[in-house]
């Protein structure tokens, strides 16, 4: 959205973008994330949930209440596979249930973070 704001003497008018809202949910991997780090065009909010299962089980309701969301960005994944002993397929069954929730009831975008494994 562009939004015009006036400017100066003569009241030239000056075209400014809106900043998207971007509602990080992640787990205990992004606590230490600076929101204002992100590029100034977005307005980073951050909501620990801690897991797909947790956001489907817990979290949803809030997350979806949440007004004028641009983009969802989902840091999740590890803690579906580090606790529980849970079945990779009941993991990939959580995160999709999660996608399908968002996609459903927003017309907000979806970026996904899938978790990489490293030594």
């Given at each position: 959205?562009?939004?015009?704001?006036?400017?100066?003497?003569?009241?030239?008018?000056?075209?400014?973008?809106?900043?998207?809202?971007?509602?990080?949910?992640?787990?205990?991997?992004?606590?230490?994330?600076?929101?204002?780090?992100?590029?100034?065009g977005f307005k980073v909010e951050k909501k620990k949930?801690?897991?797909?299962?947790?956001?489907?089980?817990?979290?949803?309701r809030d997350v979806i209440k949440e007004p004028e969301?641009?983009?969802?960005?989902?840091?999740?994944?590890?803690?579906?596979?580090?606790?529980?002993?849970?079945?990779?397929?009941?993991?990939?069954?959580?995160?999709?249930?999660?996608?399908?929730?968002?996609?459903?009831?927003?017309?907000?975008?979806?970026?996904?973070?899938?978790?990489?494994?490293?030594?």
């Open positions: 959205a562009v939004v015009s704001t006036q400017s100066g003497h003569y009241g030239r008018g000056r075209k400014t973008r809106k900043q998207r809202k971007v509602l990080l949910l992640h787990d205990s991997q992004m606590n230490g994330f600076i929101a204002e780090s992100f590029s100034s949930v801690g897991s797909f299962t947790d956001l489907n089980g817990k979290h949803m969301v641009d983009c969802y960005i989902l840091q999740l994944g590890v803690n579906d596979y580090r606790y529980n002993d849970r079945h990779v397929n009941k993991a990939v069954k959580d995160a999709k249930e999660a996608i399908d929730t968002l996609l459903s009831s927003s017309s907000a975008k979806i970026v996904v973070s899938l978790p990489t494994p490293t030594p």
